[in-house]
């Protein structure tokens, strides 16, 4: 729920929320650490690795991102938009060993909000992969596949592999359209968020 406003108040797309979602009692609920992707390949070259639910090993970003989401029933135009969210925010190197400990889009200084002021009340830090980080747009699908783009934006083997793949190449183009992008961004965070919970029934 917070995300799903937290994106609308950024500008992004209205996502329809469910509702009465049984919260876990425990770690034993949860998933296991290891499910999430790699956006670099680690020493022995390979991306992901065997600690998730099933191994996500495999020598290719695009491998290794179908093998992250197809496990949980995500196809490609879904994995492709759910990558647009990197439209907002940063990468931290202290939690993720990936970017810079700041850049000048991060350094304190005034950043563009969604309703075209802009604001430096913000934590300094991290590096942002396009330029307005605290906009939710389709400045992803514009930004990743310029080479012009300023090198302080950060570019990932998991972000370019959506331009050089056959299958996701066409989603990251179409969404190139801000309204294609949050039509099927919407939809794929709403199955995202509602895999494998439980729900009660909501009185009204």
């Known amino acids: 729920m917070a995300s799903a406003r937290g994106i ?11 509702y009465g979602r049984v919260d876990a009692t425990s770690s034993k609920q949860c998933s296991v650490e290891g499910n999430l992707p790699d956006a670099e390949a680690g020493p022995d070259g390979n991306f992901g690795g065997d600690r998730g639910t099933c191994s996500n090993k495999d020598p290719t970003a695009s ?3 179908r093998k992250v989401f197809y496990r949980m029933g995500l196809n490609d135009e879904e994995i492709v938009a759910l990558s647009g ?30 309703d075209g ?29 310029d080479e012009t783009t300023d090198e302080e934006l950060i570019k990932l083997s998991s972000d ?14 179409k969404f190139a359209d ?20 439980k729900f009660e029934e909501i009185e009204n």
């Open 8 to 18: 609308e108040l950024a500008g992004g797309p209205k996502i329809d929320m469910k």
């Open 178 to 197: 801000q309204d294609s992008f949050f039509e099927s961004y919407a939809k794929a965070q709403k199955k995202l968020s509602e895999l494998g919970c």
């Open 63 to 65: 491998g290794h991102l």
């Open 117 to 145: 002021s802009t604001t430096s009340k913000y934590t300094p830090g991290g590096s942002p992969w396009v330029d307005n980080w605290l906009v939710f747009d389709n400045s992803y699908f514009t930004t990743i596949n």
């Open 160 to 173: 370019k592999t959506l331009w050089e793949d056959e299958g996701f190449a066409p989603y990251a183009i």
């Open 85 to 114: 969210a990197h439209t907002f925010g940063r990468a931290y190197a202290d939690r993720s060993g990936l970017g810079k400990e700041k850049t000048k889009f991060t350094d304190g200084s005034e950043t563009k909000l969604a």
